[in-house]
């Protein structure tokens, strides 16, 4: 109760403080605001962009890697290729190893609605094979994914984005419609929801904060068809006599322009699959087919994020950018707050000589600085909004993601008063250090 | 300057204050210095050459629905339809294009059977008009010769051998491949088995985006393969700058109009190209003046919130020193010394913070060496601060009349 009504009392000296010196008092606030604003717009952004984008599984999905170039070029320690060749994806996705693999490339089709007056227009497609649903946990909106059965008869089956379905179909359930890709006729088997993994982590060949796919073929499908993709693809000899029909796709050619993820739900099966790969491209380099010696790694998503960089260097660059920022706000603060506390010398002189002890200075003190921490906040907030807003206004494939959560937004509050109080303590500690008699002897 | 002494045995008797003014502007310093030449990196970024006529030119994407086994017959269609438009002085069909949104590129050997390639470079293709429309200026050798082209079909059927023998380069590879010589008549190894020889040599061929970092950026080469609108589909038109808006209308126009069972991708002129592709170096240049300037602001209040203080708390010093016939000027004099000494120490600070700083973004960000240029900027950017933010509390100083000495508060 006591500490309670003390804690009114120096509120309320506090707010007095502030009306007796308005000006200093407001640049303390908005120095504050302006750090807090910065800080917390680019750790919006960076939060958004650095988050799980598989939250509760990302630790069971695994990209694994494996060294299937020749010797040309090669650097010994050099980590091994990012993408597989279809031969090794095909080879690894029939083995099953893991409790769920995918196989898949980005793509494009053309779309030729059956609607009068919509022009054919290109949408990106996903050429992946069955256990890409389940492993991903994409959310359906009807219907659902294709299963072994679709992939190994190429058939002729689609999944597609609510965006799509909206588009082409007006929404609704259009599980059993067809549409046309590429003058090809596919049945719809599948209609998503909402779904937005960020980063796009399956593929960060491709755009890495974009939206996902609006097509979803078997990967099968789209190799008989010879769809366009989309995407890196790096081939370390010339195609020649390897390529039949399919060139630079077909399935010996050395080229790796595919990727590979597997789910893994316990660390002995995350340690066995390790060895398999160990094993395989033993075999691989037996068969004479693999050169380089034998690398492989077994990244988690946020271990292959990690390693890929997938946060872009400017906006870690901002982080830094605004932190030091605010660190030029708070050294601002101390020395204001300084001058404030110790032009009340006298005041504070004269509450020692009566009785209050160095501790309910520094308290007072401290009530004054957390008051102007939390004002500052308050304006910082709507700083980091003004913030966002202006992220949201720029052309990245991000843009529209930088928005506050309550997370943050708490944590901005936190920061404020947290740094106005730590702000408060050098200066708090000078006037607790007043002696009453100095002060009372010069009046 | 006779009055840093007294400033000195005053600062002395308030360390903290001081302090915080110098560390203040030491980070300022530091942070301003890096950021200035974080935003000249931007804009020197902004202003790499392309090579092209980018004023004059316009580009036209188009994709074709499922395969096209037509492709090449069509594509030359197009070209003769598009030559034939009013304002339209030439046109040429190529894999891709600068700022455009995808790069083909391939190592280049110098050796045949080679283990580490000499360099990887961008791998443009293109027709007999590819160079005239795209502006670039040829700095040693010549042109393709007609008979030096071969068509992409014929190059890319399985198992083809056939390929073409000459290939022409930008002045930064042939600088890089073969250094302080002569590259024309020289001989490379890129694709297929068989050798190129080194035709002619252009001043500039940007890549068409960031493959191989900054320091790779001008590595482009050409080679005589005509390609088929399938292929990247980046139809150029070279007009007057003026009647560029006129002649993209038609353009779209006269393509759908040889085919219209194709879909357009993109259409807008070079120019807007690349404003796109570097919108987001500009929004980090702006954003970048917006901290500078929120920092001279953050810091200039902090001088003028602690300049005021010492100044009410020194009234009856200044009014005693103006009683014993120091002059107006004397006492502005010395609250703007005193600041300029705290700046300078601030300033030596901040330099070495600049430094340290440097070396981390050199580190994370790949970013050069600060130049010392730049130290000498921040410098007097912050001296010129300090002097701004103390004036009005140092003028109140000196309007302290002499009175003041004999009140007893």
């Not at chain 2, 005053?10 to 301003?32: F, P, Q, Y």
Request: aromatic share 8%; charged share 20%.
């Amino acid at each position: 109760m006591f500490r309670n009504s003390m804690f009114g009392y120096y509120f309320d000296l506090a707010l007095r403080s502030f009306r007796r010196n308005k000006v200093l008092t407001a640049l303390m606030v908005l120095a504050i605001a302006l750090g807090i604003g910065a800080s917390m717009t680019t750790l919006t952004v960076f939060h958004v962009l650095s988050g799980d984008p598989l939250p509760g599984k990302s630790h069971t999905v695994f990209y694994p890697q494996i060294e299937p170039r020749s010797m040309g070029g090669f650097v010994p320690g050099e980590e091994p290729s990012e993408q597989w060749t279809r031969f090794d994806a095909e080879a690894l996705l029939r083995d099953a190893k893991g409790d769920r693999q995918a196989m898949m490339s980005g793509g494009a089709v053309a779309v030729e609605p059956q609607i009068e007056g919509l022009a054919p227009f290109y949408a990106d497609a996903r050429y992946t094979s069955a256990d890409f649903f389940p492993m991903f946990e994409l959310p359906f909106a009807h219907g659902k994914g294709w299963g072994a059965a679709e992939d190994s008869a190429s058939a002729r089956v689609a999944v597609i984005s609510a965006a799509l379905n909206e588009k082409l179909f007006g929404g609704g359930d259009s599980v059993g419609r067809t549409i046309q890709l590429d003058q090809q006729t596919f049945q719809v088997i599948g209609v998503l929801d909402e779904w937005r993994p960020t980063p796009r982590f399956y593929d960060l060949t491709n755009t890495r904060y974009g939206e996902v796919e609006q097509v979803f073929l078997p990967f099968s499908t789209s190799r008989a068809l010879e769809l366009g993709t989309s995407g890196n693809m790096n081939c370390w000899e010339p195609v020649g006599d390897a390529g039949d029909d399919g060139g630079n796709y077909s399935i010996n050619a050395p080229c790796a322009w595919i990727q590979y993820w597997v789910e893994l739900d316990s660390p002995e099966k995350v340690d066995a699959y390790e060895r398999y790969l160990v094993n395989y491209s033993d075999q691989q380099r037996a068969a004479g087919r693999f050169e380089r010696p034998t690398n492989v790694r077994l990244r988690d998503v946020m271990g292959w994020l990690d390693y890929n960089g997938a946060v872009p260097g400017d906006v870690r660059l901002q982080v830094w950018l605004a932190m030091g920022f605010l660190l030029v706000c708070l050294v601002n603060t101390v020395g204001l707050l300084l001058a404030k506390f110790l032009r009340r010398s006298t005041e504070i002189g004269v509450r020692r000589a009566l009785g209050a002890s160095r501790r309910a200075i520094f308290a007072q003190c401290l009530v004054e600085a957390g008051t102007i921490g939390l004002a500052g906040g308050v304006l910082g907030l709507g700083l980091a909004l003004l913030g966002l807003w202006g992220v949201r206004q720029q052309p990245t494939g991000y843009a529209e993601l930088a928005q506050l959560d309550a997370g943050m937004l708490l944590l901005t509050f936190v920061i404020a008063v947290v740094a106005s109080l730590l702000a408060g303590m050098l200066p708090a500690w000078r006037a607790c250090q007043i002696t009453p008699a100095i002060q009372l002897k010069s009046q | 300057m006779a009055d840093i002494r007294p400033i000195l045995s005053t600062l002395r008797r308030h360390k903290t204050a001081a302090a915080l003014i110098v560390l203040e502007v030491a980070l300022s310093c530091a942070i301003i210095c890096n950021a200035v030449f974080l935003i000249n990196d931007r804009l020197q970024r902004m202003d790499r050459p392309s090579g092209l006529a980018e004023s004059e030119i316009v580009r036209v994407q188009l994709a074709g629905i499922g395969r096209d086994d037509n492709a090449e017959a069509l594509s030359r269609e197009d070209v003769a339809a598009l030559s034939a438009m009013p304002g339209v002085k030439s046109v040429a069909l190529t894999n891709q294009l600068p700022f455009a949104n995808s790069s083909w590129n391939s190592s280049v050997n110098l050796a045949e059977e080679q283990q580490i390639p000499n360099l990887n470079a961008a791998t443009y293709l293109g027709d007999e008009l590819l160079l005239e429309t795209l502006g670039l200026r040829l700095v040693a050798g010549r042109d393709f010769t007609p008979d030096e082209y071969v068509d992409w079909s014929v190059f890319s059927e399985p198992g083809s051998t056939v390929q073409p023998h000459s290939i022409i380069i930008t002045r930064a590879m042939a600088e890089r491949l073969y250094p302080g010589e002569d590259a024309i008549g020289k001989q490379l190894y890129t694709w297929g088995e068989e050798p190129y020889r080194v035709v002619g040599v252009v001043e500039h061929l940007i890549r068409p985006n960031e493959n191989g970092g900054p320091s790779e950026v001008q590595l482009s080469m050409i080679l005589p393969i005509r390609v088929p609108f399938t292929i990247g589909s980046n139809y150029v038109l070279r007009t007057d700058p003026d009647r560029r808006e006129e002649v993209l209308k038609a353009a779209v126009a006269t393509l759908d109009k040889v085919n219209p069972n194709r879909i357009l991708m993109e259409h807008e002129t070079m120019q807007q190209t690349r404003a796109d592709y570097y919108a987001q170096d500009r929004s980090m240049a702006w954003l970048l003046i917006a901290v500078i300037v929120g920092l001279l602001v953050v810091t200039a209040l902090g001088i003028i919130g602690l300049a005021s203080f010492w100044v009410q708390q020194r009234t009856k010093q200044i009014g005693v020193r103006r009683a014993l016939g120091a002059t107006r000027g004397q006492i502005l004099r010395y609250f703007q010394t005193e600041n300029f000494l705290l700046a300078t120490v601030g300033i030596v600070i901040g330099m070495a913070l600049a430094y340290g700083i440097n070396l981390m973004l050199m580190e994370r960000y790949e970013l050069a060496r600060l130049p010392a240029i730049y130290l000498p900027v921040g410098a007097v950017a912050l001296w010129l601060l300090g002097q701004v933010a103390v004036f009005g509390p140092a003028r109140r100083a000196a309007a302290v009349p002499p009175a003041v000495a004999t009140r007893s508060v």
